[in-house]
């Protein structure tokens, strides 16, 4: 995180929150037009452990999860007026290249890891 560059730090923001972001508002928009009474609407956001447990070497992935979780939060309480449930599901460390290489750089007791 000390050694993250703005750019690098605002490309993972723009593909991780701004994405959630824009969905979720697209989504209610599409879900307020349908209004069919008290039909129940589901918006459902992907986040992370990391968003529970802040994890050396993925500051700006971390802080995104936690601003997913937030962002979930709020749209739950602004849109539940709507009948629209907002909810995110938080995996674990699942098999990818980026917890390979955290991996092998020695960072093997991490919470939620299985192998």
Not at 19 to 38: C, E, I, R, Y
Request: hydrophobic share 40%; aromatic share 12%; glycine share 8%.
């Amino acid at each position: 995180m000390i050694d993250e560059s703005a750019e690098d730090f605002h490309k993972i923001y723009a593909a991780n929150v701004d994405s959630v972001l824009f969905g979720m508002q697209a989504a209610a928009a599409q879900f307020k037009k349908q209004d069919d009474g008290d039909k129940i609407r589901k918006i459902i956001n992907a986040s992370s452990i990391a968003g529970h447990i802040g994890y050396e070497l993925l500051g700006a992935y971390s802080s995104t999860k936690f601003a997913i979780r937030g962002l979930t939060q709020v749209a739950a309480k602004e849109l539940a007026k709507y009948n629209i449930t907002v909810n995110a599901y938080c995996p674990g460390i699942v098999g990818t290249d980026m917890w390979d290489y955290i991996y092998q750089v020695g960072l093997h007791d991490w919470p939620g890891r299985t192998d």
